[in-house]
């Protein structure tokens, strides 16, 4: 989603400075780095700094305006993709939401291999959770420049490997979308269908290939067990049987 933004919505800038909520999952990780770093190599942009917020204290405008639509979605009925991004351009009375379809006709998202891409070109960075101010600029190219906090006296690590040379045309591969599984189909149809009024071919269309079968295998290594005897609990085996008794 970076990336798709900084293809469609940026102004041309040079000098990026992105604040990140500490969330290693979603982007205090190495391959968020890579990433900014080699927007930097291949000249997209001559700098680019993230600025993690403190742990217990990641709450900030994004997720206020996200609030915003959670209060507005609470009370709204929405059928379709479409009616859904209705309700999140609603939602702001100045325009701050702004709903993003993935198959967008003007700006389609697309979703791409970065961690397979990224991996052949830069090492990871030792301990990094531990800092929260990262900083890369075309000046020093292939290194990345660390404080634990703002005060504190800078470090800088090397990430990009030996005799490595970068095109800039190149991309990483592009990910198939994969859709929707025919278990998710056939949930869709049968359990969803029922509570639509208006757009139920759109939402949940009768599946086009067969509903697939469910074979329960019965685990009996997690099967319950008597607490005194510690055999199988059943209820079909007779109570004389049981220690208890």
Not at 91 to 99: G, L, T
Request: some cysteine; aromatic content about 12%; overall charge positive.
């Amino acid at each position: 989603m970076l990336h798709h933004h900084f293809e469609y919505k940026s102004y041309g800038e040079t000098t990026v400075k992105l604040h990140m909520d500490n969330c290693t999952g979603q982007n205090k990780n190495n391959f968020v780095i890579w990433y900014g770093m080699w927007r930097v190599l291949t000249g997209r942009h001559n700098s680019v700094e993230f600025s993690c917020m403190e742990a217990g204290h990641t709450k900030f405008h994004p997720d206020w305006h996200f609030g915003l639509w959670k209060v507005k979605w609470r009370h709204y009925s929405a059928e379709t993709l479409q009616e859904i991004a209705k309700s999140v351009t609603d939602s702001s009375r100045n325009n701050h939401n702004i709903a993003q379809l993935v198959d967008d006709e003007d700006c389609p998202v697309k979703f791409f291999d970065w961690k397979l891409y990224l991996k052949q070109f830069f090492k990871q960075l030792p301990a990094l959770t531990t800092y929260h101010h990262f900083r890369m600029m075309k000046e020093s190219p292939g290194v990345v420049f660390v404080r634990e906090y703002c005060d504190n006296d800078e470090k800088q690590f090397r990430l990009l490997k030996n005799r490595v040379v970068i095109n800039p045309l190149s991309e990483p591969t592009e990910l198939p979308k994969k859709g929707l599984d025919a278990m998710r189909q056939w949930y869709l149809y049968q359990e969803i269908r029922p509570l639509c009024y208006g757009s139920k071919d759109i939402t949940c269309p009768k599946p086009t290939i067969p509903k697939p079968e469910i074979t329960v295998i019965q685990d009996r290594n997690h099967t319950r067990k008597c607490s005194y005897c510690k055999k199988l609990d059943t209820r079909q085996v007779e109570m004389e049987n049981c220690c208890v008794h």
